[in-house]
């Protein structure tokens, strides 16, 4: 029996084609159509689902979403856009609107068809489900039991029906008649509504046979060898012999498991819309994620967000130790590269419902240590979903729990949905840190260029004063060279100034351009020391070279003056902050592929606190007087970085510092 009849609408014969073929090999019933009208006439045959492309020949597949929805016959059929078109938020954002139930872009594999068209058809089937429910449950709860069992005045089970057994998972009537309901709570830790320990004096037929009229309760059923909670409204009736005393408990349970789950999915569903929307604080949204889950879906969770080459994660368990364990962990990123600690999902994008045993935690976990932690958190099922936006994933949402088969396939599309609506809230989240981090840069701009031309400009207008008073009084034309060459200096400063704004704003924007040519690494070295070799003489430095004959004749693929640039940063540095008498070495080795070029100075060094900050984009240390923008090292590491290498930065505060940078050799 097929499982379905589904309308495939596409003009292109080919796709159309590959579509069908997908969903007849997953057993489907495939009606096909190519044009729009086409499609709202065969629409009338009520089609189980209509996968509708986009761009048609007559109407396209917005407008026909619109005419079947605004059909009283038809607007109840799920409709699944599928198309090129749709890659487009926009595109996606129209479609909904005009009433379809999902969308897929082309190509599509058919697991990813199959699934969501299961998924919309799960979907469909539940929202029926539910409207019949909310028409009849009245009459179903009072008239119509699921489940039926009989206890005589000692308790014991005379009768069960098969939906009994089945609710209760017994494997046969016998197994269950043989006990009383004692056997329930041997097989059964039982829960009330609010998850505490249910008494079991409290059950309904227990209160029947101790004489009460009629007793009514919602059971929450777990097995004690593991798997799903259980849901059920247990009603309990006497019955009389004629004389007025009770001989039988007749017990109608009703099963409400999935009424239960859908409840708390939605209540759980709100809740993270509100908690993910409360704040654009990336961190709070981090919290809030993992803080929704526990004791929720599991009793500890965690999430994992990629950032460049490390993960940043965080951490909540329902256990207040662990807890604080969790969160003085999570200080500390991950390198990216670390697969063996990170969630598979991370990497290949999809979603995991496991048993965690101790073979497979062998295999995911380096280490018994380590492997001894997770056991200690309660880890035994767990499920893990992707924060996928824009084609890409971003992180994992994993929650676990102790109890065995603790977890279905439902409880996993629960939090897939959660996980989608944390990647866009870390994503919104992600977007305003930018954001205001631009605004900062901007306003540490506007700081920069407001105290660092106000001087040369100072200086410029009194030399221009003096110059212009010198010359009508006749002044000598000493006096006039030097109140020239202080507007000269200025002017330069000015202009460097300039130069380093502009490559920030290439190098924010990534559009540094490159001119990449194999340069001799002995003659570069040379060259760098000469242009400096002035300003070290001024200040009584020593500048020199360390190289190996042998790494002197290799070549590197640099820009030649972005490369230079880099080393009169590095050197300039190092001569503003040695003293009389100090001394800069240039040195240049080989490490595999790459050259590494070291300026060593023995001048004050770095102060340990300072040192993460030395690459930060306008930063100087507080309190300094010396002169410059805070933009040089981070200009530094912006080209390094450009030309594919890396930067670092040893220091001996006292003593010196060391600045390292790499370049690929040429090919």
């Not at 079947?68 to 090129?84: E, K, Q, Y």
């Not at 239960?260 to 209540?267: C, G, L, V, Y």
């Not at 704004?501 to 760098?528: F, K, Y």
């Amino acid at each position: 029996m097929a499982e379905g009849r589904i309308l495939n609408v596409n003009d292109d014969g080919a796709n159309r084609e590959s579509v069908s073929r997908m969903l007849s090999d997953a057993g489907f019933e495939v009606l096909e159509a190519a044009t729009g009208q086409q499609a709202l006439d065969q629409a009338n045959d009520q089609p189980d689902l209509i996968i509708l492309d986009v761009k048609l020949p007559d109407l396209d597949g917005f407008e026909v979403a619109r005419r079947i929805r605004a059909n009283p016959a038809t607007r109840l059929l799920p409709v699944l856009h599928v198309s090129t078109k749709l890659a487009g938020v926009d595109s996606r954002a129209l479609g909904l609107e005009s009433g379809a139930d999902g969308y897929l872009s082309q190509p599509v594999e058919a697991a990813e068809l199959i699934a969501a068209v299961r998924a919309i058809l799960r979907t469909r089937r539940a929202d029926r489900e539910l409207r019949l429910s909310h028409e009849q449950n009245s009459v179903i709860l009072q008239n119509i039991a699921d489940a039926v069992t009989a206890q005589n005045s000692d308790g014991k089970v005379v009768y069960a029906n098969d939906a009994a057994l089945a609710i209760l998972g017994y494997a046969g009537p016998q197994q269950f008649l043989e006990g009383n309901d004692s056997a329930l709570t041997a097989a059964y830790e039982m829960l009330d509504e609010e998850g505490r320990p249910f008494d079991p004096n409290q059950l309904p037929a227990r209160l029947i046979l101790g004489g009460a009229p009629e007793a009514r309760a919602l059971v929450r059923w777990r097995r004690r060898d593991g798997g799903q909670d259980r849901w059920t409204i247990v009603q309990s009736r006497p019955v009389r012999d004629e004389y007025g005393r009770v001989t039988l408990a007749i017990n109608i349970l009703h099963d409400v498991t999935e009424r239960r789950r859908n409840e708390q999915r939605m209540a759980l569903l709100s809740e993270a819309s509100a908690v993910l929307t409360a704040s654009l604080e990336y961190d709070a949204t981090m919290e809030g994620v993992v803080r929704l889950l526990v004791p929720r879906l599991g009793n500890w969770s965690v999430l994992h967000l990629i950032e460049g080459d490390e993960v940043r994660w965080t951490a909540a368990h329902t256990d207040g130790a662990l807890d604080a364990r969790l969160r003085e962990m999570a200080a500390a990123t991950v390198p990216l590269a670390n697969q063996k600690v990170l969630p598979p999902t991370l990497f290949n994008g999809q979603s995991e419902l496991t048993e965690l045993d101790d073979a497979k935690l062998a295999d995911r976990i380096e280490g018994e240590p380590q492997r001894a932690f997770v056991r200690s958190l309660g880890t035994r099922s767990l499920m893990c979903a992707p924060l996928n936006v824009r084609g890409q994933t971003i992180g994992a949402l994993t929650v676990a729990s102790p109890e065995a088969h603790r977890y279905a396939a439902d409880d996993l599309k629960l939090l897939e949905d959660l996980a989608h609506r944390a990647a866009l809230a870390v994503d919104n989240a992600r977007a305003y840190r930018r954001a205001e981090e631009a605004s900062q840069m901007r306003r540490d701009l506007i700081a920069v260029v407001a105290h660092d031309l106000k001087n040369p400009l100072n200086a410029i207008t009194m030399a221009a004063a003096l110059l212009s008073k010198g010359a009508a009084a006749g002044t000598d034309g000493d006096r006039a060279r030097r109140q020239s060459a202080i507007i000269a200096r200025a002017s330069d400063r000015m202009n460097r100034l300039i130069h380093d704004l502009l490559d920030v704003t290439g190098i924010e924007a990534g559009r540094m351009e490159l001119d990449t040519t194999p340069q001799p690494v002995g003659a570069l070295v040379n060259e760098a020391i000469d242009s400096m070799a002035t300003l070290a003489a001024e200040k009584q430095v020593i500048l020199e070279r360390a190289l190996d004959p042998s790494d002197e004749a290799q070549r590197i693929a640099a820009d030649h003056d972005r490369l230079l640039q880099v080393f009169s940063n590095l050197i300039g540095n190092a001569i503003k902050f040695s003293l009389p008498g100090g001394r800069i070495t240039l040195s240049a080795t080989r490490r595999g592929q790459s050259m590494e070029f070291a300026v060593k100075d023995t001048g004050t060094g770095i102060a340990p606190e300072h040192l993460p900050h030395v690459f930060d984009r306008f930063w100087r240390i507080r309190g300094s007087r010396r002169d410059g923008t805070g933009l040089g090292l981070w200009i530094v590491k912006g080209l390094v970085e450009a030309h594919g290498g890396v930067v670092s930065v040893d220091t001996d505060p006292g003593a010196g510092s060391t600045f390292r940078f790499t370049v690929p050799l040429a090919l």
